[in-house]
């Protein structure tokens, strides 16, 4: 199907089909606002989206749900200014509608300023199961952002309006917030559950040279950061002090193990085939304990 925003096809309102609470911060409309069919290919992402789509399990069960059903529930957009329209919620249902091989899908249409637009946006996705400590903290920041170019008082009074909209506290919200001073691959760790959140705010505080040299160092020896190892390093940091040696000494105090990974397969390719995981196993020990031998000779 082609492009229709010129003879988009009328149902009933939002409200009379699903009876639904619409997103936080989007006034209610008038009778006018209807559902209408859109093409999928005038409809793009949301800028600076912090949520990811991901194609996993739980995608594939809705991709299943709209081919049997169709889309339930419709997307909100708003008009771009560039042409086509901005999703503001529904981005998942979009990809869904794609894998599915539809070519449309039930919108409803709204004017929003940016900031209505990002804090509907947030709202109509911060309280899903499974949203990642990077995904929630710069959505929190995008909102609080958006709250305070809309006049709404700054600092702890805008984060205890973000956490009672979520069921969070305004500690809790400024922490995830602090998640976004982090560098990429520092954040990475924290959604990997290696460095906890905790843990992220307190290193969330160090020099972006503190924070290249402990990436470097977590990675290369697989030892991540705990809540009271972060805030040492923190304080390391606040007097000027962090360097390596300092790391390497807070990270890996009262004799804490360094994690080390090997590729299987990297260790496959030294036996021939046929080798069980038992027999590698036995081999490689071997050759440990020969080698701890020498050593010690």
Not at 30 to 59: C, I, W
Not at 166 to 183: C, F, N, P, Q, W
Not at 216 to 227: I, L
Request: charge should be negative; proline fraction near 4%.
């Amino acid at each position: 199907m082609g492009s229709r925003s010129a003879d988009k096809i009328k149902f009933r309102s939002f409200d009379d089909l699903f009876g639904e609470q619409e997103p936080k911060g989007v006034e209610k409309e008038t009778a006018e606002d209807q559902v209408v069919r859109m093409a999928l290919a005038e409809l793009h992402p949301f800028k600076r989206h912090p949520f990811r789509v991901m194609e996993d399990e739980e995608m594939m069960e809705m991709v299943e749900s709209v081919r049997q059903f169709g889309v339930l529930v419709p997307v909100i957009v708003r008009p771009d200014k560039g042409g086509g329209y901005e999703i503001i919620a529904g981005h998942r249902r979009k990809r869904a509608s794609e894998l599915a091989g539809c070519s449309d899908i039930p919108a409803i249409v709204r004017d929003l300023t940016d900031d209505e637009s990002v804090s509907a946006m947030v709202d109509s996705n911060i309280q899903r199961l499974n949203i990642l400590p990077s995904e929630k903290a710069r959505a929190y920041r995008m909102k609080m952002e958006a709250m305070e170019h809309q006049g709404v008082k700054g600092g702890q009074h805008t984060a205890a309006v973000l956490g009672e909209a979520s069921g969070e506290s305004a500690r809790t919200v400024h922490r995830y917030i602090r998640l976004t001073y982090l560098m990429p691959e520092l954040l990475e760790l924290v959604d990997q559950k290696r460095i906890p959140v905790v843990a992220g705010e307190s290193l969330s505080f160090l020099k972006e040279g503190e924070q290249e040299l402990l990436r470097d160092y977590v990675v290369q020896r697989q030892v991540f950061p705990s809540k009271g190892e972060a805030e040492l390093l923190r304080v390391e940091s606040g007097k000027g002090e962090l360097s390596v040696e300092k790391v390497q000494g807070i990270l890996c105090r009262n004799g804490k193990a360094i994690g080390i990974t090997i590729s299987a397969k990297r260790i496959r390719d030294y036996f021939p085939e046929g080798y069980t995981k038992e027999e590698i196993e036995e081999v490689v020990y071997s050759l440990l304990d020969s080698w701890r031998a020498k050593g010690s000779g």
